[in-house]
């Protein structure tokens, strides 16, 4: 059974920083593509980075320069650092999994909430 599983979502003030870690399980993790998507009510979910096998990254302008996303094979761990945050950032930040040999996963989602 494959699971992904997100943490260290919290809330947090603006211009301060958490890091984001996804678990995954059931699969062999250094084949996959890694995303970390946002979710807002009423809006559709918008990749914010992703880091592919080979280890290229990509990040959406909006929290380039802000936000780092890494991964540990070992350990079938990916990351989000996120620095600088705004209450714009304010989400369900989601954890996926993707492969051109098979189907996608997702995990549950872990919230971020970036207020004074």
């Known amino acids: 059974q494959v699971q992904l599983v997100e943490s260290g979502g919290g809330l947090v003030q603006p211009g301060g920083s958490l890091r984001l870690s996804c678990v995954a399980s059931g699969i062999i993790f250094k084949l996959y593509d890694m995303n970390w998507h946002r979710q807002v009510p009423g809006k559709q979910r918008e990749l914010v980075a992703s880091?592919?096998?080979?280890?290229?990254?990509y990040y959406v302008d909006s929290v380039y320069g802000r936000f780092a996303i890494s991964r540990d094979n070992a350990k079938s761990t990916v990351y989000l650092e996120m620095n600088s945050l705004k209450p714009e950032d304010t989400a369900v930040y989601y954890c996926?999994?993707?492969?051109?040999?098979?189907?996608?996963?997702w995990g549950q989602g872990t919230q971020v909430t970036v207020s004074s």
């Open positions: 880091i592919v096998s080979s280890g290229r990254r």
């Open positions: 996926n999994a993707n492969t051109s040999m098979g189907p996608a996963y």
